[in-house]
């Protein structure tokens, strides 16, 4: 095969190979109804000095805050880590920006007060996560 045949050849060959991933992708995000969210890892908050009366009243706030989001339709996912570590537990936020998903987490009065605090960081996920509570 002459040089220029080769050059051909393996330019039809990568060209196939990059439609292929581009379509795999493609593929997959279509079967899977890809969209993006933020994931937000709340962590222990710099003030966790309140007396147990005062955290029981931040925590309530926490949970009826959390059913709000949910019925909101802006938390698909909440939950607590049982570890007792530095990470409490998390949120996955179904909204448009990072600056609407900071306006959110300042409505929970457990942020705000200091007791918990969070990471966030976009993510990208099937759109079908939304779990719906087993009503009774």
Not at 30 to 57: C, H
């Amino acid at each position: 095969m002459k040089k220029k045949d080769i050059s051909i050849l393996l330019s039809v060959l990568m060209f196939f190979t990059l439609n292929l991933r581009a379509t795999a992708q493609t593929k997959v995000e279509e079967d899977w109804q890809m969209k993006s969210y933020f994931m937000v890892f709340l962590t222990a908050g710099p003030n966790r000095t309140q007396d147990s009366a005062t955290a029981a009243i931040l925590m309530k706030g926490h949970l009826d805050n959390i059913g709000r989001l949910f019925e909101d339709k802006k938390l698909v996912l909440a939950g607590p880590f049982l570890d007792n570590g530095t990470y409490r537990g998390i949120f996955i936020l179904d909204v448009p920006s990072a600056e609407a998903a900071a306006e959110l987490l300042m409505t929970d009065p457990a942020i705000k007060a200091g007791r918990l605090d969070y990471e966030m960081h976009p993510w990208y996920g099937p759109a079908n996560i939304i779990l719906k509570p087993k009503l009774d």
